[in-house]
């Protein structure tokens, strides 16, 4: 029989690889956390080899309702505005005041036909949780200007929908049955998310409102949206 080989540990040697221990799994934790995390806020794609067609790759439109718009605010500072000097490229403001996401499916043809742009910026929800119509029918709307962008050989890009406060509170339980649905759509359809709600949850950042974001609000939006360009 081979010589019994005994290894002995001592109480601090013991100790020792219990900490160890504790680290190495703290390093996996860590490691596991920050890879959900990058899956969940990626920060854009590398387009250098994409097929805009006969798009302008260098112009941006923003799709949308008032917040895209800037109600409230002066021309530089609507998000459209704002991320157009982030990005030193053109950031066409193609919001009207009152829209719903139906009314952007409907006019979104044009708007890509009009402007040739490389991306589309799309921004929908408030009017529609405003009015109660159902999450369900929001997101395929969001779905058809997102395969109308497709289509085009433009690259769309959409947003969670802020949350609302005071007069507006009450659309927030709407807002927040929304954006999961929007997050899983944009999963199918294999496009980005910027999480506008998440960037301007706070209250100082709207207007009195409660609903439309101040010059601060729409600069989380720029920043938003930029993370994903």
Known sequence: MPPRVEVRIGMGSFSMMRRIVRSLRCVALIASVSLFLGCEDDSGGDDSGTDFGDNDRNVI?????????GY???GGESYPA???GMEGRPVINS??????????????????????????????????AIAGES??????????????????????????????????????????????LIKSMASEEGVRVADVNGAVKDRSLFLGDGLH?????????????????
């Open 72 to 74: 409230g605010l002066s």
């Open 61 to 69: 439109v923003a799709l949308g309702d008032s917040i895209t718009r």
């Open 213 to 229: 974001p101040n010059a601060a609000g729409a600069g989380r939006l720029a920043s938003a949206f930029g993370g994903k360009l």
């Open 95 to 128: 919001g009207l005041d009152g829209e719903h996401s139906w009314g952007g499916r409907g006019r979104v043809n044009g708007v890509l036909s009009r402007h040739k742009p490389g991306y589309l910026l799309v921004l929908y929800g408030s009017n529609d």
């Open 135 to 180: 999450p369900q029918s929001t997101v395929e709307n969001l779905r058809g200007i997102v395969q109308a962008a497709k289509a085009n050989k433009t690259i769309p890009i959409l947003a969670t929908v802020p949350t609302a406060y005071d007069s507006h509170a009450f659309m927030a339980p709407r807002v927040a049955a929304l954006n999961p």
């Open 82 to 84: 704002q991320l157009a």
